[in-house]
């Protein structure tokens, strides 16, 4: 059965050459080769400042087992924006032998400005002479695991004054040699580069968004290829992506630029995802038909979705409202909601693999349809395969383990995970945004139809594909020389 000709604008795609390919390609590795250099030159992300429980001076407890253990911070400013301490137990076991005690940890949280040495109370997180209650699992055999006591997602206060006790640890069989506090904020200096990296790539998004655009006024959505269509909407995201609010954050004590920081990089990513769902359906359906097209790919790509915000408003509230909470103790959902979350990213995977494989199945021989299938599928594997590098080398084994959903990480060396990230997506989307934009003839050609095999059954797939050497082939000459002999002013009027 013939398949159903739809009208499109033709995209730049169809008239590179061999050497622009490759050309677009090396530009692309350039670009995010630089931007990694950027960040390996860059400053460490986490700044920390450790403090030992057995040299407190005067407030050195008496027992290392129980407390009270009572620190103070460095001098913070919003630039180190958010604050976690960290507990590592050290005992005297020789034979590194395993073992776990459940045991409570109390907290007591207090702020100070840095011209007032009195203790003073904030409301958002709640840091009042409340006294939070938490209860801890001590999991040693080397070494014991580090203890996530609390968390400040933003600081209102230059300094904290801390006050712990420990409850259920007196009887354990091991003693303690030493505690050490570890005082973890984000690096002042890597801060000031995040908001550079993030302004210079919204001005480029802003740019390439409204070169975009301008390429495509003179042509009605109607004629719009499905690859043009989507750029037209994942550019505005990307925009949110690079979080044009973010530097409200140290102007605003306020958990809200956070949130919607969270909830922009949610929404590009799932956007993302949507995106080469439709393409590899679309590419070889015309029919898109919102419910029988759009429905189930909203419905996978939603779940998805849903619990990324969720998840991340979900934390940023309970946080507020006690800064000891940690999701992954906290919580009996945990890991159903981990199971859930596996289980629809698998399904996703079968569902995008099935799309993969029919458009191949059915369009590997028809020439502009193989080349839109392996360009998109070529660099698809390439963001995957860097993405998948970038998540390995920061998590190793524990990607898969506890570590699914995003959380301070002590592996981080310098800033080049968070640029190599937010290069490699910007410089995928510039490169789909050039190559999916009008070519030069593009205004002559507003007749081109996506089922070019209807018209190029005389060409080779080289020519078609690339061009000569010499010259860009003119996609659909052979159609206008013999389409009723009309002129090319008639043409153009069309």
């Not at 199945?361 to 193989?370: G, I, N, Q, V």
């Not at 395969?385 to 301070?408: C, H, K, P």
């Not at 507003?446 to 000569?468: A, I, T």
């Amino acid at each position: 059965m013939a398949r159903e000709i739809e009208s499109s604008v033709q995209m730049r795609l169809y008239a590179l050459n061999k050497r622009q390919f490759v050309l677009v390609f090396v530009t692309f590795f350039i670009c995010f080769g630089i931007t990694l250099l950027i960040g390996v030159a860059g400053p460490p992300n986490i700044e920390t400042v450790s403090k030992n429980g057995s040299s407190f001076g005067p407030h050195k407890p008496k027992d290392l087992k129980t407390g009270p253990f009572i620190l103070k911070s460095d001098p913070l400013t919003t630039y180190h924006q958010q604050l976690w301490l960290i507990a590592r137990i050290t005992t005297d076991s020789e034979t590194h032998s395993k073992f776990e005690e459940k045991f409570t940890v109390s907290v007591q949280i207090r702020g100070m400005k840095a011209d007032d040495e009195g203790v003073i109370q904030a409301d958002n997180p709640q840091l009042s002479p409340k006294i939070h209650n938490r209860t801890r699992i001590l999991k040693c055999s080397k070494q014991c695991d580090d203890l996530i006591l609390l968390h400040l997602g933003y600081l209102d206060y230059n300094y904290y004054r801390i006050k712990i006790n420990f409850y259920g640890l007196e009887n354990t069989k091991f003693n303690f040699k030493d505690i050490v506090f570890y005082f973890k904020t984000y690096n002042s200096s890597f801060t000031q580069i995040e908001i550079w990296i993030r302004f210079v790539f919204l001005f480029m998004t802003f740019v390439t968004t409204c070169v975009f655009g301008h390429s495509l006024r003179k042509f009605t959505i109607r004629d719009w290829s499905i690859e043009q269509r989507w750029m037209s909407l994942l550019l505005p995201l990307l925009l949110l992506y690079n979080d044009p609010i973010f530097p409200l954050t140290f102007l605003v004590n306020s958990w809200v630029p956070g949130m919607f920081d969270a909830l922009f990089q949610a929404s590009f990513l799932c956007g993302l995802l949507l995106f080469w769902l439709c393409l590899y359906h679309g590419v070889r359906q015309t029919d898109r038909r919102f419910v029988k097209f759009y429905i189930p790919k909203l419905f996978i790509v939603g779940l998805i979705w849903i619990s990324a915000v969720t998840l991340s408003s979900w934390q940023e509230y309970n946080e507020i409202q006690d800064p000891t909470y940690y999701y992954r103790l906290d919580t009996t959902n945990f890991m159903g909601f981990k199971i859930f979350f596996f289980i629809v990213g698998g399904l996703y995977l079968l569902y995008l693999g099935y799309l993969l494989i029919r458009a191949y199945a059915e369009l590997r021989s028809m020439p502009y349809f193989d080349l839109r299938l392996k360009f998109m599928t070529f660099l698809m594997l390439i963001v995957l395969t860097i993405s998948i590098t970038i998540t390995v080398m920061r998590y190793g084994a524990a990607a898969l383990q506890d570590n699914f959903v995003a959380e301070l990480s002590t592996n981080y060396k310098n800033s080049a995970e968070f640029v190599a990230i937010y290069g490699l997506l910007n410089f995928y989307m510039y490169t789909m945004a050039f190559v999916y934009s009008p070519s030069k003839n593009a205004i002559y050609e507003s007749n081109f139809k996506d089922n070019p095999g209807m018209s190029m059954l005389n060409d080779s797939d080289e020519d078609v594909h690339y061009g000569s050497d010499q010259e860009e082939t003119t996609l659909t000459t052979s159609r206008h020389v013999s389409r009723y002999h009309d002129s090319d002013e008639e043409i153009f009027r069309r």
